[in-house]
């Protein structure tokens, strides 16, 4: 499926809590019924203190096209849906949040783990967006995160679940990919990952020391914004049959 990720800034003047009440009373009912969307998602975070962000919104669509149509190009912030819901989504986001300070990125989304069944709801998650180290490719960075850093990575202990999401146009992308990786516990995700407030952190057990030292290999850390929260499946008809079957 393909994604669009939105790291949430909220509006100047408005606290954090106005923020999340806003986000999930007034814009979270018109953003799941944007047309094409299957999937949406929010991730709050556990320490709004200690957080980069308020927020990330996560909207899944079956096309590429269906996407675009909803929520623009990658290379693209301000444009105007012709209709429906996500017409009426772009018109509220000014409501609440910074647009210039939200990064983003579409991508198509692999799976690379998932013990999950598809039910995040309450699961604890860490999402890197990654930037390539210099000197690096695009296509190498690939390489190296597909086939070195995720074997280890999805062996961190406690992860239930790991994704990809990779950007379907990375000339206009703001970020190589997205990794996310989900823990059943905070506690268990702070072990393997690190606080949310520390990106220097030397885990004990081998299996989470590993994929850490990996990144030094091919990631940019100091460019390298991360979030750590607890997600909300707010819709997912991607499971459901057709009539037809």
């Known amino acids: 499926m393909y994604k669009h990720v939105a790291l949430l800034v909220r509006r100047d003047g408005m606290t954090h809590e106005e923020f999340v009440d806003y986000w999930q009373t007034n814009h979270t009912p018109i953003?799941?019924?944007?047309?094409?969307?299957?999937?949406?998602?929010?991730?709050?975070?556990?320490?709004?203190?200690?957080?980069?962000?308020?927020?990330?919104?996560?909207?899944?669509?079956?096309?590429?096209?269906?996407?675009?149509?909803?929520?623009?190009?990658?290379?693209?912030?301000?444009?105007?849906?012709?209709?429906?819901?996500?017409?009426?989504?772009?018109?509220?986001?000014?409501?609440?949040?910074?647009?210039?300070?939200?990064?983003r990125l579409i991508g198509e989304e692999f799976v690379e783990k998932d013990e999950?069944?598809?039910?995040?709801?309450?699961?604890?998650?860490?999402?890197?967006?990654?930037?390539?180290?210099?000197?690096?490719?695009?296509?190498?960075?690939?390489?190296?995160?597909?086939?070195?850093?995720?074997?280890?990575?999805?062996?961190?202990?406690?992860?239930?679940?790991?994704?990809?999401?990779?950007?379907?146009?990375?000339?206009?992308?703001?970020?190589?990919g997205v990794a996310e990786l989900y823990f059943e516990s905070l506690d268990a995700l702070r072990a393997g990952l690190g606080h949310e407030s520390s990106r220097d952190y030397d885990p004990d057990h081998p299996k989470a020391a590993a994929p850490r030292e990996d990144v030094d290999n091919f990631l940019s850390i100091a460019d390298r914004p991360r979030f750590v929260g607890r997600e909300t499946v707010q819709k997912d008809v991607t499971g459901e049959e057709t009539a037809d079957e």
Request: hydrophobic residues 35%.
């Open 31 to 103: 953003a799941r019924d944007i047309e094409g969307v299957v999937r949406y998602q929010t991730v709050l975070p556990v320490d709004a203190d200690a957080s980069e962000f308020d927020g990330i919104a996560e909207l899944y669509f079956d096309s590429l096209d269906e996407l675009h149509d909803a929520l623009g190009s990658e290379g693209s912030r301000d444009y105007d849906p012709a209709r429906g819901r996500a017409k009426e989504a772009r018109a509220d986001v000014d409501n609440f949040l910074s647009i210039a300070d939200r990064p």
């Open 116 to 176: 999950t069944g598809g039910d995040t709801t309450g699961l604890y998650k860490h999402s890197a967006f990654l930037v390539r180290k210099a000197g690096m490719t695009h296509e190498e960075f690939l390489d190296h995160w597909a086939n070195e850093h995720v074997p280890l990575a999805r062996e961190i202990p406690g992860v239930v679940r790991y994704a990809r999401v990779v950007p379907t146009d990375p000339e206009n992308a703001e970020f190589d």
